[in-house]
């Protein structure tokens, strides 16, 4: 398979030119980058759209899809490159610019405001005036019935408050916002996530008439088949660079995840050899984590799996399908809206409340470690010492601070945290020292399943090793591990067994052989029909 | 869902209007049992004149807390505005008009200055209003450190008199919701500044400006605390630089009162101009039964923590803990 990889790869330059529209395009974005401090999220973005088209844009996780939108759009500016709308090069100031340029973005965060009516918000910023400035109501609502009637019928009233609507609601008052500019060329940056199947065949309609209008749209979804029907052409990145553009003669789901995949696969083939053979999972144990039929409204739906001690199950696929809201669930965090059956450790039930969790034997290493994982301005040593403070305090309530003292030395030695002083605020510490203590600060209180939400994110290679280290060390020692991840690579190498999330459901469960980039990528993306059929 | 289902043009009044008027009508009645005479023109012009002040410093407050921040320079503003127009007010007789208008000039002036140290100077704007009330208050000593002054007797009579059931109280507060809240609420810049206080990222992605909206918001609070503070120089007919202490908290009492939620973004001004008039006539309500003005705070805070816990519960509804508490 590697051997013909190289061969399949075709020159972007080659299909770029050789697509054979007659029109110019509408939008250029020639040789775009980005940095962000020492990360560079976007290399060498090219995208090319004509009037008249559907435009996929496809990339794995941190290829540099959300930079790439968020430069169109005009929220960020880029560092190197040029925009071209309509042969002219434009440089957005702000996303109005763009909006009033004729290129209008449909956020995958909502940009709508609850607590204004349906039709302000759709004309926000635009509303026709009287002479002395006033709002108009009555004209407000009358546009935006007549923007909302192009959407078919929506069934939305335009003087229903948006915080009364559902999520499939809202985006669709989002897609009329961006329509009410009426742009050439329409952003469409997950639009379809939180739609059901009636809600986004209604969008397709919408999308293929202002196609056939002559407008062109920059369609990106995390499901393959949404692409398949509905792009006429797609560009795909990798690494921040643009590696493939293909029209839709071209589509094809191996090449296409070849593309997105290109090096890594090979790489990963290299990595994977030099990982020592994986334990055979005890089978006479019980599971220490058993999830039948996971609920959690609009978030998650039909979750189950096993979680044994000594295993590191990963979480994989795009982000925000779910994973996130798995671990905050089974964290406690959640106080309604659930429902399933969940055995931790021989108890029966989800934890009400984080402080529930703790008791049940759960450890959460969340995902932002900033404001969730560290306190930044308390010392090294606090910071360890936060989650078992019961068991160092004496009879009095004070916290023993010889005892604290030892367990801290012991758990920064352990984990090789590099610090000078313990008792130096934990935001002095590089990235990756913060991120071992936030593991520490469980490792002191035990428990018997670690809950990690992307725990490398943002931390230097050194400090990643080091916390792969620790990961493994907790599996040996029975500990149940849930790890997730939006690198592909470490999920590979680290877990045991990987469920990939898509929509909320588990759309596959990958182990040992199967356990791949490629086939991480392709659940991903939905390659396989969903398990259990639509909704 | 709700007001689908009750069509285009139907404006229910909303539950937050509705507690503070009852409670309002509740007091008055109570009130009224023990002393008839509050229902006389009389005793309507000077319960109006006891309570518009707070309910003109609690519009003020309002539009501040509608875009997420909070005014704690209201109190202070105040008391500069009655030391600066009864210090020079009185000094001719053509002064009058051109203090009365340097006094507004001096509440937009004052106002756009906390907006700018919010907004420019990226302070949180609980630290920058609460660093300007030192400075107004400063300067309100400077210019008045005993309380005294005049105002010309017109002046007095304009706002505080009375055509008889009709106090002109009432008229300023309703020329003043007319004249700054209504143009200011069917604007883009009201929109504006609604839409900041909602979601300021979502503002600027829908490509209004943040900084302008929320400028423009405490320079008009600015503007509407120097009409409270001409009002009370009015009331008083002298100007002290201690005599709107009161005011600050007192507003913002009336505003979370009147529904107007303290993350921004959301609230009507009937309920904080109700919940004015309701907090100044309860310890009035209460003299008249006999019951010690030393009971005022402790009354006040009751009925403040009652309606809150209804808040409470609420937020008790939310489904996840980061909801409730981010």
Same mark, same amino acid.
């Given at each position: ?27 250029? =974005? ?6 962000? @401090? ?19 844009? &496809? ?43 004729? &290129? ?49 019928? #929506? ?79 797609? !560009? ?5 660079? #643009? ?82 809201? &798995? ?128 725990? !490398? ?79 | ?21 009852? %409670? ?115 300067? =309100? ?7 005294? @002054? ?97 005011? !600050?908290?007192?507003?913002?009492? =009336? ?9 921004? %973004? ?38 403040? &923590? ?21």
């Amino acid at each position: 398979m590697s051997a013909s990889l190289s061969a399949s790869v075709p020159d972007p330059t080659v299909t770029a030119t050789s697509d054979g529209h007659l029109n110019a395009p509408i939008l250029i =974005a020639e040789n775009l980058g980005k940095s962000f @401090g020492a990360t560079q999220a976007l290399r060498k973005a090219d995208l090319r759209c004509y009037p008249g088209e559907v435009h996929a844009l &496809l990339g794995a996780n941190g290829a540099g899809k959300s930079t790439l939108v968020r430069l169109l759009s005009g929220v960020i500016r880029p560092d190197t490159g040029t925009i071209w709308l309509r042969g002219k090069s434009v440089r957005f100031a702000s996303p109005q610019q763009a909006a009033v340029a004729g &290129l209008a973005t449909v956020f995958q965060e909502l940009s709508l405001f609850p607590q204004l009516a349906v039709a302000q918000n759709i004309l926000i910023g635009q509303e026709p005036t009287s002479r002395v400035g006033w709002i108009k109501e009555d004209k407000v609502i009358e546009r935006a019935e007549e923007i909302l009637s192009l959407l078919g019928e #929506t069934g939305i009233h335009p003087s229903t408050k948006v915080e009364d609507l559902s999520l499939g609601q809202r985006q669709v008052v989002e897609i009329a916002k961006a329509l009410s500019h009426r742009p050439d060329i329409l952003l469409l940056d997950e639009a379809t996530s939180a739609l059901g199947p009636e809600e986004s065949a209604r969008l397709f309609k919408l999308v293929r008439s202002l196609r056939d209008s002559g407008k062109g749209i920059i369609f990106i979804s995390h499901r393959m088949e949404e692409i398949e029907a509905i792009a006429d052409r797609m !560009t795909i990145l990798k690494d921040g660079e #643009t590696v493939g553009h293909l029209i839709r003669d071209q589509f094809d789901r191996a090449h296409i995840f070849r593309l997105m995949l290109g090096s890594e696969l090979s790489r990963a083939i290299n990595t994977r050899n030099n990982i020592p053979e994986k334990k055979k999972l005890p089978t006479s144990e019980s599971p220490i984590l058993r999830i039948q039929n996971l609920e959690l409204r609009g978030r998650l739906h039909g979750i189950s799996f096993e979680l044994w001690p000594g295993e590191i199950l990963g979480l994989a696929g795009l982000e925000g399908q779910g994973q996130v809201a &798995l671990l905050h669930l089974l964290f406690g965090m959640y106080r309604r809206g659930y429902s399933g059956l969940v055995n931790i450790n021989g108890q029966t039930g989800l934890p009400r409340t984080p402080w529930h969790a703790v008791r049940l034997g759960l450890g959460l290493i969340p995902e932002d470690r900033k404001t969730q994982g560290a306190i930044l301005p308390l010392p090294v040593e606090a910071n360890f010492s936060l989650a078992s403070l019961r068991a160092l305090t004496n009879r009095l309530g004070l916290i023993k601070r010889s005892k604290e003292q030892f367990i801290v030395q012991k758990l920064a030695s352990a984990l090789a945290v590099k610090t000078t002083n313990p008792r130096d605020p934990i935001v002095r510490l590089s990235g990756g020292n913060q991120q071992k203590v936030v593991i520490g600060k469980w490792l002191a209180r035990n428990p018997s399943v670690f809950l990690f939400c992307d725990p !490398t994110r943002g931390v230097d290679i050194g400090a990643k090793a080091g916390i792969y280290t620790i990961v493994r060390q907790l599996a040996s020692e029975g500990k149940g591990v849930i790890y997730y991840s939006t690198e592909h690579e470490e999920l590979v190498s680290l877990c045991d067994r990987v469920l990939v999330f898509r929509d909320g459901r588990i759309s596959g469960t990958l182990e040992g052989e199967q356990l791949t980039h490629h086939n991480l990528l392709e659940r991903s993306f939905g390659s396989h029909q969903r398990p259990g059929g639509k909704d | 869902m709700k007001s689908q289902a009750l069509g285009r043009g139907y404006k229910a009044i909303p539950f937050a209007t509705l507690v503070p008027a009852i %409670g309002f009508a509740l007091v008055l009645l109570i009130y009224w049992i023990q002393q008839p005479l509050i229902l006389s023109d009389f005793g309507i012009v000077s319960l109006c004149n006891q309570s518009v002040a707070l309910s003109l410093a609690a519009m003020a407050q309002t539009l501040v807390v509608i875009t997420g921040g909070i005014d704690l320079s209201v109190g202070s503003l105040i008391s500069l505005s009655t030391c600066f127009a009864a210090t020079y007010m009185g000094t001719s007789e053509g002064a009058a008009v051109p203090v009365l208008c340097a006094t507004l000039l001096i509440g937009v002036l004052t106002g756009a200055l906390n907006g700018a140290l919010v907004v420019f100077g990226q302070l949180e704007p609980l630290i920058a209003t609460l660093g300007t009330s030192f400075v107004f208050g400063g300067i =309100a000593l400077q210019i008045r450190p005993q309380p005294g @002054g005049s105002v010309p007797p017109w002046f007095a009579t304009m706002l505080t008199g009375n055509l008889s059931f009709l106090p002109y109280s009432l008229v300023l507060l309703l020329v003043t919701v007319c004249l700054i809240w209504v143009p200011l609420r069917k604007s883009r810049i009201g929109r504006a500044i609604q839409a900041v206080g909602n979601n300021e990222h979502s503002a600027y992605i829908s490509g209004l400006n943040p900084k302008k909206a929320k400028l423009f918001a405490y320079a008009t609070a600015g503007l509407l605390t120097a009409v409270a503070g001409l009002f009370i120089t009015a009331q008083t007919t002298s100007g002290d630089p201690n005599v709107g202490d009161v005011y !600050t908290l007192n507003s913002i009492a =009336a505003v979370v009162l009147g529904g107007v939620s303290l993350r921004g %973004g959301r609230g009507r001004i009937a309920g904080p101009i109700l919940s004015g008039f309701l907090l100044s006539t309860i310890v009035s309500a209460l003299l008249a039964w006999g019951i010690s003005a030393l009971w005022q705070s402790l009354i006040q805070g009751l009925v403040l &923590l009652l309606v809150l816990a209804g808040v409470g519960l609420q937020i008790q509804r939310s489904e996840s803990w980061r909801q409730f508490f981010g």
